[in-house]
């Protein structure tokens, strides 16, 4: 149990993929075979750029993809390398995404979320279970990963904020028409926290079981420093997490508070 | 037969010898209060607070080396007049005594920072030991004199119990100890974590964003259990563990060493829920019925020679 993951797995960049102006994937040739489970983490190393978590958007044995929005530093330095550029990964990290639930399950992805739930998506599919994909963003121009969806014969609806593409309006309304349509015994969320409450209360109104993975600030990732925990329940999105039944953190600080840099509360604005 | 478990350290009543280590946990008061709900578990000692509000470091900060974790968090808190309102909350709601650990860098901050969080504690742990971080920590905490002004000071305003963390990064640990006494700490917390280093043979490069940080868990246990001998040799106080106890065993040589109450830390990394506390208590619990002792208390410092 302690200490089976010591050293950094070194990757290199093999391609790199503009989604859109603000997102990047990169398909990475690692230099051990990584077994991660859908929903799970890494954390993502590069010397002088910094350490930042992130749910991997395809993981095949050595070859892993991430996709990365460029909103720090760090992840602005990681979207921009080029191939052959070397970055090292430690984990996986985190429980990830139980499947085992039986039903039909509606994965709700906004912005870089929609890559990160393709693993589970892809696992789902393995065992037969039927799926439909909702995919958001701002306009058609910031959808991620919905051409590698397709690619992969994903049954797929997309909704933007401004109706460029699909329907018109936000996830969490299109989410409401949907399921009002046609009944699905689970829904995956990643996405922006905001959105994401919003689809777990209006899970929990129609008695949908609904998992949902959350964002922190992630330092240690293995459960001592604290830096990710959510209050008041006091669970840590790095070992207890990220993803959680919505059920269990619905009237916490999840959709509106999370600690900062310093481990100070301050409210989630995204 | 049932040993007595309970244990009495420097004024505070604990229901168990074992209390959650400062450092982990973060500033989550959510956290310490579902740790606080583990009835094995004594007491919590909070990360500690500093004068300022402080980031810590970049990532990398910590790095799992397989005996033992690296880590270089840089004392993220947010400074104490932030965190003194969340811990009036969080006392309120946990049935076990609050450690506060107060990260000083002079007797002026002390003193600011104790009159502050006097009425939201139980008692205070001094940490003048991590050895990462500017001016703080260590840095202070190596100078006898230093130790002697900021204990001191930080006694003149309180009467709670006062315990300080030392550093086995300093050539003779007994003599900081020492001055924290005579300058009136009622307890010492022996050992912070070892200043170290890790270099990732791939990216050719050290692999914490501070190239320094502390080691703790399995790897610093043996010096632990050598500077808790040390100290209970040459002092009066009463010594809390600390350092690599993942198990009763480990638990039950510091005690024999001379510990009153052990400190664990590192050892809940990886977990989901805190029953490391409950293992370490039932194995010390079921030592004791073996050999034969009714308490707890009948076995501190057992292994120096009479």
């Excluded at chain 2, 293992?279 to 292994?303: H, Q």
Aim: charged fraction near 20%.
């Amino acid at each position: 149990m302690f200490g089976k993951l010591h050293y950094y797995v070194e990757a290199e960049v093999v391609r790199n993929i503009s989604e859109t102006s603000r997102v990047n994937t990169l398909v990475l040739k690692l230099g051990q075979c990584m077994d991660i489970k859908p929903g799970q983490f890494l954390m993502v190393w590069r010397p002088s750029d910094g350490e930042i978590p992130i749910t991997p958007s395809l993981t095949q044995e050595d070859t892993v993809c991430l996709t990365i929005e460029k909103v720090g530093f760090t992840s602005s330095r990681l979207a921009g390398l080029k191939a052959g550029e070397k970055i090292f990964l430690r984990g996986p990290y985190g429980n990830g995404f139980n499947l085992e639930y039986p039903g039909k399950y509606l994965l709700v992805g906004g912005g870089t979320g929609a890559a990160s739930l393709t693993p589970a998506y892809l696992k789902l599919v393995e065992k037969g279970v039927q799926t439909l994909f909702l995919v958001g963003g701002r306009n058609s121009d910031n959808l991620v990963y919905v051409n590698k969806l397709r690619e992969l014969k994903a049954n797929i609806r997309i909704a933007t904020d401004d109706g460029s593409l699909g329907f018109h309006g936000t996830l969490p309304e299109f989410f409401k028409e949907i399921i009002a349509e046609s009944f699905f015994e689970n829904v995956l969320t990643i996405g922006p926290e905001k959105m994401m409450v919003k689809i777990a209360e209006e899970c929990h109104r129609n008695g949908i079981r609904c998992q949902v993975s959350l964002v922190r600030i992630v330092k240690c990732g293995i459960g001592f420093c604290g830096s990710c925990a959510l209050d008041p329940v006091g669970l840590r999105v790095c070992v207890d997490g990220p993803v959680f039944n919505a059920e269990e953190i619905l009237g916490t600080d999840f959709g509106a508070y999370m600690r900062n840099e310093a481990g100070r509360r301050v409210e989630v604005t995204l | 037969m049932h040993p007595d478990m309970k244990v009495e350290l420097a004024g505070l009543a604990l229901r168990s010898p074992l209390i959650v280590a400062s450092g982990v946990l973060g500033s989550s008061t959510g956290l310490i209060k579902r740790v606080s709900e583990n009835n094995s578990v004594g007491a919590v000692v909070t990360k500690t607070v500093t004068y300022n509000p402080r980031n810590g470091y970049e990532n990398p900060t910590a790095v799992d080396l397989g005996f033992g974790f690296l880590n270089a968090m840089g004392l993220p808190n947010p400074g104490y007049l932030d965190y003194k309102n969340e811990l009036a909350e969080l006392r309120d709601k946990i049935e076990i005594p609050l450690i506060v650990s107060i990260g000083p860098s002079n007797s002026e901050e002390a003193a600011e920072m104790v009159k502050a969080l006097n009425d939201v504690s139980d008692a205070f742990e001094l940490n003048l030991s991590c050895p990462h971080t500017e001016k703080l920590g260590l840095e202070v905490g190596s100078d006898p004199e230093k130790v002697r002004s900021i204990t001191a000071s930080t006694r003149k305003y309180t009467s709670k119990p006062l315990f300080i963390k030392v550093s086995p990064n300093v050539t003779d640990v007994v003599e900081i100890a020492r001055a924290a006494v005579e300058a009136g700490v009622d307890a010492i917390t022996a050992i912070n974590t070892l200043k170290s280093m890790a270099i990732d043979v791939n990216a050719m490069k050290p692999v914490l964003s501070n190239t320094y940080g502390g080691l703790s868990g399995r790897a610093i246990h043996p010096i632990a259990v050598r500077i808790v001998y040390e100290l209970y040799e040459a002092l009066e106080v009463p010594i809390v563990g600390c350092g690599g106890v993942y198990d009763w065993k480990d638990a039950i040589e510091l005690i024999l060493a001379g510990a009153s109450a052990i400190q664990v830390g590192s050892a809940i990394a990886y977990s989901n829920d805190f029953k490391i506390f409950n293992d370490i208590e039932k194995g010390v619990n079921d030592y004791l019925v073996n050999k034969g002792f009714g308490s707890i208390k009948n076995i501190i410092g057992l292994a120096h020679k009479c």
